[in-house]
Each structure stands twice: as structure tokens, then as C-alpha cells.
């Protein structure tokens, strides 16, 4: 099993220095029980939007809030101890104006104990990473498909398809890595795109339906486990049916139940 054999939590710089050394490896947690699994094997954990989505089953990632991301990081935070921790700021809590993100990352920061922050940062956001990065808080900037431009962009698309849709990457790329972003992430974007801005990159890209030529990539848990219902992307590898096993144990646990099959006292708490 491809655990690591780190003794303490991955910091931020200890993250960058990985990129053309070892790809890095992440995955999405929102709870303890997922993130306690996943410590020993991931890089990061990413407490994604996607919690509005797959923990809350809502409809997309805008309805994701404030308290609701605290929580979630808090959770995971305490829960590990050898996974970088980052956060992902949920939609209308830093777009407003420099001091709004501000203040709302420090939030974050300081209230859960996580290490850096992720948004999703296109060149108009790029002064807002550059703010942010300037006062202490490490961020990743989140380009290529953004889910919370879903309603602008008409639905979930793939980016960089055609030249100006790439130029356009490109140029998201060069303003956020100038802004002082740790690391980009790259969702939905168009292999060749993704490949190019890796190579021309000083910091780690991680990938997410782009290529294999990015310095690591980033899955929702539950995508992976089968436990994503409609929502999983195509180019999700499916590792395992944890939908089936949860149906069957939960089966065999109906019938017996309905069997009056109940364990007593003595067999719960060895008394
Ligand atoms: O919210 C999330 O889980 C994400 C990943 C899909 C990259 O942003």
C-alpha cells in the first residue's frame, strides 16, 4: 500500500518543493471518518466546495457556506495529522473586494487550523491572490472549469478547446503564479493546454480532468468509492463499489433486525 512514511504535517513550501521531484497526491475529505482514512496516503486534502454537493446533495457548489466550510475544515483538521490541509473558500465570501476576502480567509485560517486556501481565481481575481498572498495567506488558484461560473458558463465545461478559450488559460495561469499563488489546479482543461502550462510553471499544477503531465492530482473521495451518484465525471477511475458493500452490510443488518435478531446488553458492552 502506497502509504508515505512522513512523521509530521506537509507545510505549504514543503508541498512546492515537491513539484519535478514526486507527483503529489490528493483527494477531497469533509469528515473525520474519510479524512482520518485518508492521512496516511494523500499529500493534501482538499475540503472542497463539492461538500455542498456531495454532503449536502445540493444542486452545485454556490449554495456552499461560510460556517458550513468551517466546520467541515475543523473537522478535518482535527481529525489528521500528516496531510496538508487546504480549504476551499465557498462562492460570494471572497469575490466582492480585497478586504472581503481578507477577512473572510483570515476566518478560515485562523479558525480551523488549515494551511492554505484555495479559490477559484481567474485573471480578474489574480489582484485578489495578490492581496491575500501579501498578508500571509497561502493560496492555490483554481483556473481552467470553475464550478462556481457554473450559471455564467452555461453548464459544466471543458476549457481550452479552441485558441482563444487556451490564450485565455494561459493568461489566467501567468497572472495568478505573478500574484504569488502556491499552486494552480487545473479542472476541465484540454490535455495539450494543461501540459504547457505545467512545463512553463515554477509551482506545482495539480490536474483534475487534464493531464497526466501535471505535477499531481486531486479526486472527490466519493467519486472514486462509487459513492458519487450522478455527478461522477468520465474521466473518474472507479477503485472500488463502497455503495455495494454499504447495501449489502446494511441488508444483512435489515434482515436480521427484522429476524428480532437484536444482539443483548452482554454482547454490546462485554458486561
Ligand atoms: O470542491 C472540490 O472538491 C474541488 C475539486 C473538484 C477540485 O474544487
Redesign the pocket.
Known amino acids: 500500500m502506497s502509504t508515505h512514511t512522513r512523521t509530521s504535517r506537509l507545510t505549504v513550501p514543503q508541498l512546492v518543493a515537491m513539484k519535478g521531484r514526486q507527483k503529489i497526491v490528493s483527494l477531497?475529505a469533509y469528515s473525520s471518518a474519510i479524512a482520518q482514512v485518508i492521512d496516511p496516503l494523500v499529500d493534501f486534502i482538499?475540503v472542497?466546495?463539492?461538500?455542498a454537493m456531495?454532503g449536502y446533495g445540493r444542486p452545485s457548489?454556490l449554495g456552499m457556506r461560510l460556517d458550513e466550510t468551517i466546520a467541515h475544515t475543523r473537522a478535518v483538521v482535527d481529525s489528521t495529522r500528516l496531510a496538508c490541509v487546504i480549504a476551499?473558500m465557498p462562492f460570494g465570501s471572497y469575490q466582492e473586494s480585497h478586504e472581503q476576502a481578507f477577512r473572510n480567509c483570515a476566518q478560515v485560517l485562523a479558525s480551523t487550523g488549515c494551511d492554505a486556501l484555495?479559490l477559484?481565481a481567474n485573471q480578474a481575481l489574480a489582484s485578489t491572490v495578490e492581496f491575500l498572498v501579501a498578508r500571509g495567506i497561502p493560496i492555490m488558484a483554481?483556473i481552467g472549469l470553475m464550478?462556481q461560473f457554473v450559471n455564467a458558463m452555461g453548464g459544466y465545461k471543458a476549457q481550452g478547446l479552441s485558441p482563444d478559450s487556451a490564450a485565455a488559460l494561459r493568461a489566467d495561469a501567468q497572472a495568478n503564479l505573478h500574484a504569488g499563488a502556491f499552486s494552480l489546479?487545473l479542472?476541465g482543461v484540454a490535455e495539450p493546454v494543461a501540459r504547457a502550462i505545467t512545463q512553463a510553471s515554477h509551482k506545482p499544477t495539480?490536474g483534475?480532468g487534464a493531464s497526466p503531465a501535471c505535477d499531481g492530482q486531486?479526486?472527490?473521495t466519493e467519486d472514486l468509492l462509487g459513492l458519487g451518484g450522478d455527478h461522477v465525471p468520465r474521466f473518474v477511475k472507479q477503485y472500488a463499489d463502497v455503495g455495494q458493500v454499504i447495501r449489502e452490510a446494511c441488508a444483512r443488518y435489515a434482515d436480521e433486525v427484522r429476524d428480532g435478531a437484536f444482539p443483548a446488553l452482554h454482547h454490546c458492552y462485554g458486561a
Open positions: 477531497t482538499l472542497g466546495d463539492s461538500t456531495v457548489t476551499d484555495k477559484e483554481h464550478p489546479l479542472e495539480i483534475i486531486v479526486l472527490v
